[in-house]
């Protein structure tokens, strides 16, 4: 079946640092991933997205490439600020009829930014 | 632009009181629509998608249900509530491809 796997946090950097959170999938064919970032008490925003092999996501400073190779989604920022503190979802969309875009959600993880 | 609204923001409701939440979506027409569920420290749980008007799928069976009266208007509803179904509950919308999916501001549930 499909599935996504998140890095487990909590994960705490400081100012400036460089951040990697991991995500690799399991699905048939060729999904669309995404990342969606949530701040305290909100909902989730959508932060980037990738519909094919090797596409690169990015938005805000943080990127994302697309390997069907490594199956993998990992997202990336060379200097991260205390206000990027939040919890980060991976997701991927099955690529096949009838899926009626449903999301495939990993289980978070959560960043916290020290200054 | 396309907005999407969730109210209450924050319920307080005992245990076996009846409970309804709304979702209502503006500047598109015909969304796919959905409820999810985050617990405490934990992921998101879709409980209901629904592709049109009276259209509405269960992904878990449960206490809750959900109804679309119309096409931007999305219900949450239980006859009785259960301690269990505290939680944040998100509700979002998606339409064409690659079916981003797009959340309200959430409605915050502590059944007590």
């Known amino acids: 079946g499909n599935s996504v796997t998140q890095m487990e946090g909590p994960v705490t950097l400081s100012e400036e640092a460089f951040l990697t959170i991991n995500c690799t999938y399991t699905a048939t064919g060729y999904p669309s991933l995404f990342w969606y970032v949530q701040y305290p008490g909100e909902g989730l925003q959508l932060l980037l997205k990738?519909?094919?092999?090797?596409d690169k996501g990015s938005n805000k400073g943080f990127e994302a490439t697309y390997r069907k190779e490594t199956t993998s989604f990992h997202l990336e920022k060379g200097s991260v600020q205390v206000s990027d503190s939040a919890v980060y979802f991976c997701a991927l969309l099955p690529n096949y009829g009838g899926s009626q875009g449903n999301l495939i959600f990993g289980k978070g993880t959560k960043l916290s930014v020290k200054p | 632009s396309q907005t999407i609204h969730q109210w209450p923001a924050t319920l307080v409701q005992p245990v076996g009181s009846p409970l309804s939440l709304e979702c209502t979506v503006e500047g598109t027409s015909n969304p796919n629509l959905y409820w999810y569920r985050q617990a405490a420290g934990r992921g998101l749980q879709l409980l209901f998608y629904s592709v049109g008007i009276g259209q509405i799928s269960s992904e878990v069976p449960q206490n809750l249900s959900a109804s679309r009266p119309q096409d931007r208007q999305f219900i949450l509803s239980s006859k009785k509530l259960l301690l269990s179904d505290s939680g944040f509950y998100l509700c979002?919308?998606?339409?064409?491809?690659?079916?981003?999916?797009?959340f309200g501001p959430g409605t915050r549930l502590t059944v007590t």
């Open positions: 990738a519909t094919k092999a090797d």
């Open positions: 979002a919308w998606s339409s064409g491809t690659p079916y981003e999916q797009y």
